[in-house]
């Protein structure tokens, strides 16, 4: 099991920084904002890169689904 702290393999994105709600976008390169906040948009999430799947979007191209 990861060390926990900053650089964990397993940490939980941050929240964005403008509705404190969604979580960022992607981590790398550091964006601080989810979809919906980013300048220029609104944006729909992409699919989760694993399951293809557009619900429970999370972050760094991945859901919140197994």
Known sequence: M???GPNAALRL???CN???S???AWTSPRVDFCYQCLPGGPFAAPP???CR???D???QGLGDVP
Do not use: E
């Open 18 to 20: 403008r509705c404190q």
């Open 53 to 55: 799947t557009r619900t």
């Open 48 to 50: 989760c890169a694993r």
């Open 22 to 24: 969604n979580r960022v």
């Open 13 to 15: 994105p941050p929240k």
């Open 2 to 4: 990861p060390a926990p």
């Open 57 to 59: 979007y999370f972050s």
